[in-house]
């Protein structure tokens, strides 16, 4: 029984996890769509799409492997279509019986690495109004995308102004000094003074370190939970 119960366990584990990283435990179903760190789809008890959030959506506009189908999501590759039926069919029983999560691994070209949906039926017993048509989530996980670094919670874990923290998330996504230069209408000269002012502040010589401090904070709830 144990053994049986493992997966689901893990399971569960992971997607609280996954909420909590996105300060989004505890949120109803419309909340849980105003998440901008996973994609979210809801479907209902016939595996018809009932609502997605904006990157579930960009996602299948893209259709590289996820489509709507008429409704319905679906994978490009039969093999992982398949296997995507057989979790919808545990998510989605008949009434009267208890639905079961599950996970798989979507593929998709070897230059942005594969999505993970993570699929889980919704207990008849939730108390949100929406939970009458909505009967399972799946959130769609980009292990190649990033989760966006708030730059409040940056500001306050850091002890940085709301510049010096805008300028900090900015050097952790990849831009350079010229680059932020000519993103906020600034010229280079300013941009290096913020930059040396933050290094001051943490104690440190390097952006390259500034960079992994910020990353750092790239899985932690936001900050307005």
Same mark, same amino acid.
């Given at each position: 029984m144990i053994e049986r119960l493992q997966p689901h366990v893990r399971h569960f584990v992971i997607v609280r996890q996954v909420l909590a990283e996105a300060g989004a435990l505890g949120a109803s179903l419309g909340e849980l769509l105003e998440s901008t760190r996973f994609g979210l789809i809801? /479907?209902?008890? =016939?595996g018809r799409i009932v &609502? *997605?959030? =904006?990157? @579930?959506?960009r996602l299948l506009r893209e259709g590289v492997r996820l489509v709507d189908q008429r409704g319905f999501l679906?994978?490009?590759?039969?093999? &992982?279509? @398949? &296997? /995507?039926?057989r979790l /919808? =069919?545990? *998510? /989605?029983?008949?009434? $009267?019986?208890? $639905? @079961?999560a599950g996970?798989?691994?979507?593929?998709?070209?070897?230059?942005r690495g594969p999505l993970i949906l993570h699929i889980s039926p919704v207990g008849e017993q939730q108390p949100h109004c929406q939970a009458r048509?909505?009967?399972a989530l799946i959130l769609v996980l980009d292990p190649a995308t990033p989760a966006p670094i708030d730059p409040a919670l940056v500001a306050a874990a850091l002890g940085l102004t709301t510049t010096e923290s805008e300028l900090a998330v900015a050097l @952790? *996504?990849?831009?350079?000094?010229? =680059?932020? *230069?000519?993103?906020? $209408?600034?010229? &280079?000269?300013p941009v290096r003074w913020h930059m040396k002012r933050i290094l001051r502040k943490q104690g440190i010589s390097r952006q390259v370190d500034l960079v992994r401090r910020v990353l750092m904070l790239g899985g932690a709830p936001d900050s307005r939970s």
């Open positions: 809801q /479907l209902n008890r =016939d &609502e *997605a959030n =904006d990157r @579930a959506r679906r994978v490009r590759v039969p093999t &992982e279509n @398949a &296997e /995507l039926s /919808l =069919d545990c *998510a /989605l029983p008949p009434f $009267g019986t208890r $639905g @079961a996970s798989m691994i979507v593929g998709r070209s070897s230059s048509r909505v009967a @952790a *996504a990849g831009q350079t000094v010229r =680059d932020i *230069a000519l993103s906020t $209408g600034r010229t &280079e000269q």
